[in-house]
């Protein structure tokens, strides 16, 4: 089973600053995901990725296959970014995705 | 365009009742799943079913069944609740198996 680790656990910014999330797996991939889970406990796919880097507004994904490691960055972040984000990754041909625990973003007006 | 509708939002049981979890989505997609979602760890996948009338178990299956009503329907049953379940669950469809995931909101369940 792959296990999937994100930290920080815990993250707060001030409005305006560049953040950044990891993820590390510990077996090869055939895609990862990111999602957001809103304060109100709704969750929303933002990128599915299996290579390179992916953009979406403010919000960059990027993976690094060798190292089985991805990357959640938003730039000029904003109070409504705050929510937990959450990496998952599928093992080759797995039905199965494999789910981080979560970061907690909180960002401060 | 409702997206994946899940009912109840709220529910409290007592230790051995039996409740039903719907779950509905309108966007034609073939896979659906049920997960739970407990403090401090990941989203733990309970059963899904890949296409219309096929199911199969997840990672946490024991004390849930379900039932894959039709493309559009797939529920999730608690025969004897117990509260080692309080939890929240989501429900969640894919146009197929390994595409981006559409979430419900989300029922929280208590057992005590």
């Known amino acids: 089973k792959n296990e999937v680790e994100q930290s920080p656990q815990n993250l707060t910014a001030q409005e305006g600053e560049f953040i950044t999330i990891n993820c590390s797996y510990s077996?090869?991939?055939?895609?990862l995901h990111w999602l957001q889970q809103h304060p109100g406990g709704g969750i929303v796919s933002l990128f599915m990725l299996s290579s390179g880097k992916k953009k979406h507004g403010r919000l960059i994904a990027t993976i690094n296959i060798q190292e089985k490691h991805s990357s959640l960055h938003i730039t000029a972040s904003h109070p409504r970014d705050s929510a937990v984000y959450i990496c998952a990754v599928r093992s080759g041909s797995a039905r199965q995705l494999t789910f981080g625990s979560g970061t907690q973003l909180t960002v401060l007006p | 365009n409702a997206g994946v509708t899940q009912t109840p939002k709220f529910q409290v049981l007592k230790t051995g009742q039996s409740m039903t979890l719907q779950c509905a989505q309108d966007?034609?997609?073939?896979?659906m799943y049920w997960y739970r979602q407990d403090p401090g760890m990941g989203l733990r996948l309970i059963y899904y079913s890949a296409s219309e009338g096929t199911t199969d178990k997840g990672e946490v299956p024991n004390g849930y069944n379900v039932s894959r009503l039709n493309k559009r329907e797939f529920s999730l049953r608690l025969e004897s609740a117990a509260p080692s379940q309080t939890s929240v669950y989501f429900c969640?469809?894919?146009?197929?198996?390994?595409?981006?995931?559409?979430f419900g909101n989300g029922t929280r369940l208590t057992v005590t």
């Open positions: 966007m034609n997609h073939n896979s």
């Open positions: 969640a469809s894919s146009e197929a198996n390994g595409a981006p995931l559409h």
């Open positions: 077996v090869g991939i055939s895609a």
